[in-house]
């Protein structure tokens, strides 16, 4: 009797579940990176040696997808080859754990740690090429409504060292906010022009030397981007404007400063193409009382102006990338090579740089797909640099290597467990 009720109550269970459709699956990634460095973003001068490294990082991932709930846990270890013993006690890190209720078909909100990525990686980014990544804690309001062709997120997040019963000092070095909110809208009109606008608003405090929280200021980014897709024209068109105000969290100066940016590409044939743009990111005049040099916020170092990241930070007086390449596409081969001209926005003045010219670069990149699960990524580059490089980088004067880095990427991807099941007709 007591078997006969166990197996009712497993079968009602089954059935009760199986009433909802379910999707959950088990996902893996490892991406071991080598890289020879000898100049990567800075020169090596003779008195120094080239260097072998190898950055890794292995995820689990867990997604479920239900009636009105979806959620995903990404477990993350990230290392360097030979940092942490050969007996290590190192615990793994949550690179994303969110949860996102649906309200309806088009509205939902998602909690928890997640990554943001918007608009070509510029403001918000994963940052995927790092070892790291990285992502954000807060809530995402979330509006998706294809009839209209609309999207709308909104999001809030509020930033606390430690459990505190009052406002605690937070200054993790002036980079991360300690609170923010954004929204950004996107919308497509006759299938073949994108427009995505965001305003974004941070919040940071003022610390004395105590240190104690003496005020608090507010930096605000604004930005459109605009995007041709139609697919049976041979060219694409990218256009983005963005403009910075309220104060500098370091100097606590006045903040006025924009990032314009445009890339025209065209693919004369199916597996060739071919592209021109450029980067202008403000920069601050010599004995200027108002900061007019953009901040990169969260945006991707690696995805602008070179892949050596010579100017992962801007320089002062700003940056103007002048860029033009060639890309292919042979069967499971990908390749593409690109050459970077680099000036400042402003005339050099600190470090006692003069003129504009930052030198140029030159990128090569190879991709090659095995299989659905396994595909290579290759790369070289080479940086030219100026007196004003040298300057910049704290090795004028000095006997230079040829500056250039190489990497070799290997990218595993799994599905270790799918289920799915599909709602029961009622």
């Avoid at 009109?189 to 240190?211: N, R, Y």
């Avoid at 990218?238 to 065209?266: D, E, H, I």
């Avoid at 290759?378 to 040298?390: A, D, I, K, M």
Wanted: overall charge neutral.
């Amino acid at each position: 009797m007591f078997a006969k009720k166990m197996a009712i109550t497993l079968g009602v269970s089954l059935v009760s579940l199986g009433a909802v459709a379910q999707n959950f699956s088990i996902n893996a990634e490892f991406r071991p990176r080598t890289e020879y460095r000898n100049g990567f973003q800075r020169p090596l001068t003779t008195a120094q040696n080239p260097n072998m490294i190898v950055l890794n990082r292995t995820r689990l991932g867990f997604d479920y997808a239900g009636e009105r709930l979806k959620s995903r846990l990404t477990l993350q270890d990230s290392r360097i080859w030979g940092a942490t013993e050969l007996k290590p006690n190192v615990p793994l890190k949550i690179f994303e754990a969110w949860a996102e209720v649906g309200f309806t078909d088009k509205l939902s909100l998602t909690v928890g740690r997640q990554a943001l990525a918007y608009d070509y990686n510029r403001i918000f980014a994963t940052s995927n090429w790092t070892v790291d990544g990285q992502s954000h804690d807060l809530a995402l309001l979330r509006l998706n409504d294809a009839d209209l062709g609309l999207k709308a997120d909104l999001g809030l997040a509020i930033n606390n060292p430690s459990d505190a019963l009052s406002e605690p000092v937070y200054n993790h070095n002036t980079k991360l906010y300690r609170h923010l909110e954004f929204l950004r809208v996107e919308s497509r009109f006759a299938d073949m022009l994108k427009v995505s606008a965001i305003m974004l608003s941070e919040g940071f405090q003022q610390v004395d030397t105590v240190p104690a929280v003496t005020g608090h200021i507010g930096r605000y980014t604004t930005g459109i981007n605009l995007e041709l897709i139609d697919q049976d024209l041979p060219l694409t068109a990218t256009l983005t404007g963005y403009y910075q105000f309220g104060q500098n969290p370091t100097t606590q100066k006045k903040l006025s400063a924009y990032l314009l940016a445009a890339r025209v590409g065209f693919k004369p044939a199916e597996k060739w193409g071919l592209y021109v743009g450029s980067d202008i990111y403000s920069g601050t005049a010599e004995g200027a009382e108002v900061n007019n040099t953009w901040n990169k916020l969260y945006g991707s170092n690696h995805s602008h102006n070179g892949s050596i990241e010579y100017w992962r930070t801007l320089p002062t007086e700003g940056l103007i990338d002048i860029f033009g390449g060639l890309t292919t596409k042979l069967g499971k081969l990908t390749g593409e090579a690109c050459y970077h001209i680099f000036l400042s926005q402003k005339p050099m003045y600190s470090a006692g740089c003069t003129g504009s010219d930052l030198g140029s670069e030159i990128d090569l990149t190879l991709k090659y797909k095995l299989s659905p699960f396994v595909n290579f990524e290759g790369g070289w580059c080479t940086y030219f640099c100026s007196s004003n490089t040298e300057l910049l980088k704290n090795v004028a004067n000095q006997d230079l290597r040829f500056a250039h880095w190489a990497y070799l990427t290997l990218n595993v991807k799994l599905e270790l467990f799918s289920h799915k099941a599909q709602k029961v007709a009622e």
